[in-house]
Every structure is written in structure tokens, then in C-alpha cells.
């Protein structure tokens, strides 16, 4: 609903014109975000969308409320590397396409997650693992589940089509970058670190790097949208993805 709907509005009671309604303030509700991004304009990624071509591939089996925050990083795995699938996830039914790819035998699926719990050790493999799959011509993929910590449990607990998996534990000494969610530890990566990282150590070092700097600049972008910011000289990574995309 717009502010003009409620303007000529009267009191049925008394047939006063009525006050206008005070606008809702959520952050963000009142912001023109652009079509092509979802960012606020101020500040749009789209001219720095660039592709890069990787090896290795990312799955994201994303949570249905993490689909549409446009603060959701799983998003820009995809602008970026073009066969990147993205499935919502779904406690008893699997997306019908996934269990498909799962069983397809061009692809060695990862599940990413961490080791900490003893009852799927048996599971658990090292990057070694990922490399290893050169041997047999398969094509690594890492499936991320994308939601907040306690969703991606729940998924990782609660999939039983998941459960032959191996899972893979993301080890590394990268601490979040992300500044638009206030992270509980800076270990805790979002989204698109954790598969930069995967891609970088799996060996996609480049598609890594411009994956990195796009997230830059989305970080940044939004960032300072959020402060009616407008950034006026191109950032580094900017500057790298802009000259990519001439190349
Ligand atoms: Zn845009």
C-alpha cells in the first residue's frame, strides 16, 4: 500500500478527513532498490556484475526465509558463476532437480559443514577429497546450506536425502568481512565467503578472486546505502571488476 492510498480517507463516524497514517520506518521499507540488484539504487552492483568460469561448482540448498532478504550473499554466487544452482529447501520433500543431480555421476557432491558433532565422523573428508576427484573426471561440488547457523543445522539434521553425503568442513582463517549482519564471532563467514574460500582452496583461484571482489563490492555498496552514502571514487575492487568486464 502507497501513502496517496490512505490521503482522502474520512472517519466513517464522524466523516472528518482522518490524519495520514505515520509512515512505517522499517529499515530499508522506504528505499528504492533497483530491479536488476536488489540493492538500493544509491548504490547499485550492476555494472560490476562480471562472470568467471570455475571448476568446481556450488550448490546452495537455501532456507525459504533467507530467499528474499536482498542482505542474503548466496545470491551473488550465482550473478558470478554461471552454473551455480540454487534450491530451497524443504524438510520432506527434496527439490526433484536435486535429488536428479544428486545421483548424476558427472558430479562428486560436498556437503559443507562443520565436524563437530562425533555421530557423522565417518562422513567427514579434507579438501584432499575434492582434489582426488580429477582422478575419475568428476566435477567437485559444494553444496552450501544457506541460512543462519541454526537453520543450516536443522537442514543439515533434518535432510535425510543428504544423509550419504560426505561432509566436507570448511578450514580456514578468513575472518568475516560481511557488515551487514552483525556476525556472533568473526569466524562465522557468510554465504559467499564460505564458497570463496571452498573455490580457492579446491583450486579456482581465480574465479575466487573475483567472486571475492564482488562481494566487496557489494558490501561496501550496501553499506554505505544504508548511510544515503553515495561512493564517489570506484573502490580497488571496483576498479578490478570494471576493467574485467572491457577485457
Ligand atoms: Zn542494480
Redesign the pocket.
Known sequence: MSASDTSSECDPATGHPRPPRREFKARGSFVRR??????P?LN???PYQVKAESHAQVWLITHPLEHYKPTNTGRLIGDVLAQTQVFTWYRTAPDAQLTALLADPRYAPFLIFPDDQPDYADRVVGMEAVHNTKQDSRIPVFIILDGTWRQARRMFRKSAYLDELPVLPLRTDRETRYRLRKPASKAHLCTVEVAIELLRQGGDESAAAVLDDYFDVFNDSYAASRFYTKIAEPTKAMTRLLARQAE
Do not use: F, K, R, V
Open positions: 533497483c530491479e536488476g540488484c536488489n540493492l539504487e547499485c552492483l550492476c
